[in-house]
């Protein structure tokens, strides 16, 4: 009797399903360590625009800004070319809603959204506070809230880390 062999055997099979588990061991988390890392990427992708987008602010709105001027701190800065140090005073402008910045055609609302994990930003309840020093050089902190009740998440381009830490200067 002439046994027709048309298909694989039982052995090829569960070989062909070996295989194909081995290479999936090895690329699903690889795979997950560059999504995750694209994440990463993303969210500061997102926080630079944040930081642009004031930045961009400032410089068109500055004149503008209310500046605070019963709070005046001091700090001390370092001169890298004369090795020495000197006291320069930092005046807070007042908070400004992001709302702001939407209303002005500086933001959009579209870009309000952390790519990462989709987390729509409320613009009504989400602040940043300017800083200037004696200097003219300017810096903000920023608070981006989902929602009122929300604490937030704080960010900050000074090289002070809290204004409100610093002694008054008087």
Do not use: H, W
């Not at 807070?92 to 709302?99: G, K």
């Not at 981006?144 to 090289?159: M, P, Q, R, V």
């Amino acid at each position: 009797m002439k046994l027709n062999k048309k298909g694989f055997t039982l052995i090829e099979l569960i070989a062909v399903i070996v295989i194909i588990a081995l290479l999936f061991m090895f690329v699903v988390p690889n795979f997950s360590k560059y999504l995750e890392a694209s994440r990463q990427k993303s969210e500061e992708i997102f926080y630079g625009e944040i930081e642009d987008t004031i930045n961009n602010y400032v410089s068109l709105y500055k004149s503008e800004l209310e500046l605070d001027t019963s709070v005046v701190k001091k700090i001390s800065k370092e001169d890298s070319l004369l090795g020495t140090s000197y006291d320069v005073k930092v005046y807070r402008y007042e908070d400004t809603y992001f709302n702001k910045l939407i209303d002005s055609g500086i933001l959009n609302e579209g870009e309000f959204v952390n790519p990462n994990g989709n987390i729509k930003y409320d613009k009504d309840s989400s602040t940043f506070t300017v800083y200037r020093d004696s200097d003219y050089v300017y810096c903000f902190s920023y608070t981006l809230k989902e929602n009122s009740e929300d604490t937030g998440f704080t960010k900050s381009t000074c090289s002070y880390d809290n204004y409100d830490d610093l002694p008054n200067y008087n």
